[in-house]
């Protein structure tokens, strides 16, 4: 299969290319990071809004940009002083997947654990006006993102699994492939985000030339989630279309408190942003991205492990002071929200408590 080829070789080239996650901190202040993707998706809105949440409760969390989930996922693994990522849900099964049988991707995989599941992305495809299905990319030049996004592995699988064959898979951002479209050197692009996502508000894209492509295939349906982008989700849009959409999930890795300096750092770290979003859920939802409305923190992917400094920062007993919180004592802690409860309950049902 060429595309697990392609993925897993750019996998561990990425791997061997990352810094490892040993050694001391050398930093006065420990750096606390989260990759996310580009300028104008959603990962980068989410990672600003934590990072805001974050501030108000006395934490730094810097938020990069990335290419996108692969890149994310390996910088949680190998990365120093990067302790959370988004990353796609259907890039974790294509990784457990092929862990099972290939070494190389069983040992970039080792020790990555469940944060908090996010919400479900859209699978976008902006096309020319006169192509109507995704049957009629069949021949045609089409962007899929660059090779260490999750938008390049769904793109691929999307159309093998519908057997659409373009004449043309352009590896280019989405950016890029924004401006390629729009000059007619391709015919559409793909690209996966929650929407609304910055990139279709741009007031280039006119309606009249161009469209969102439906994908109504029965296979994709069966593989992915249903998912629908609201009608004037877009100034391009006046009608609502229906689509497939994959869960987006942020990661960590399981660092040991009693390895070394670093670890005991970067736990507390995982500890103190899972905190952060457990409670000040409510306040994400009403002041984050519109996404956040979406998110159950209980909806956990099947057969990922939870993180133990996540645990540690679901505990009510949890200290962590923020702006407008109440003076905490051991005896007055924080009561514990239904968000959070649930979710711990989820945790303790698979790895116990």
């Known amino acids: 299969m060429r595309l697990k080829s392609t993925f897993t070789t750019r996998l561990l080239a990425l791997a061997a290319t990352l810094g490892c996650l040993v050694g001391p901190a050398q930093a006065q202040e420990f ?37 996108g989930s692969l890149e994310n996922f390996l910088g949680v693994r190998k990365r120093r002083f990067t302790q959370l990522g988004i990353v796609q849900s259907d890039v974790l099964e294509y990784l457990k997947t092929f862990a099972a ?34 049957e009629d990319l069949n021949g045609k030049k089409v962007a899929i993102g660059v090779e260490d996004s999750g938008t390049f592995l769904t793109a691929s699988l999307v159309l093998d699994l519908a057997q659409v064959n373009p004449s043309e898979r352009r590896t280019i951002d989405a950016e890029a492939s924004l401006t390629a479209l729009l000059a007619g050197q391709i015919d559409a692009f793909f690209y996966v985000a929650g929407a609304p996502t910055e990139i279709f508000l741009s007031p280039r894209i006119d309606a009249a030339k161009f469209h969102l492509l439906p994908i109504n295939d029965a296979t994709l349906q069966a593989v992915y989630q249903p998912g629908t982008i609201p009608a004037d989700a ?120």
């Not at 104008?40 to 974050?54: C, H, K, L, P, V």
């Open 234 to 353: 877009y100034p391009f849009q006046d009608q609502a279309v229906d689509v497939i959409a994959v869960k987006a999930v942020l990661m960590t890795y399981e660092y040991d408190p009693g390895r070394n300096a670093y670890h005991r750092a970067s736990c507390k770290a995982v500890s103190d942003i899972t905190n952060v979003i457990a409670t000040r859920f409510d306040e994400l939802r009403k002041t984050g991205h519109p996404k956040w409305q979406q998110v159950d923190l209980s909806d956990l992917p099947p057969g990922w492990n939870i993180g133990g400094c996540v645990n540690a920062g679901l505990d009510p007993n949890y200290n962590l002071v923020c702006e407008g919180d109440a003076p905490a004592t051991p005896a007055q802690a924080a009561p514990d929200s239904a968000a959070n409860s649930a979710y711990r309950q989820r945790i303790c049902e698979s790895i116990g408590c």
């Open 31 to 67: 750096e606390k990071n989260i990759l996310t993707g580009g300028p104008s998706g959603t990962y980068i809105q989410f990672g600003r809004n934590i990072s805001e949440a974050a501030a108000k409760c006395g934490v730094t969390l810097n938020v990069h940009e990335s290419a």
């Open 101 to 134: 049988d290939d070494p190389g991707v069983a040992r970039a995989v080792k020790g990555v654990r469940i944060a908090f599941p996010l919400y479900n992305e859209e699978v976008h495809i902006l096309a020319r006006r006169d192509l109507k299905s995704l």
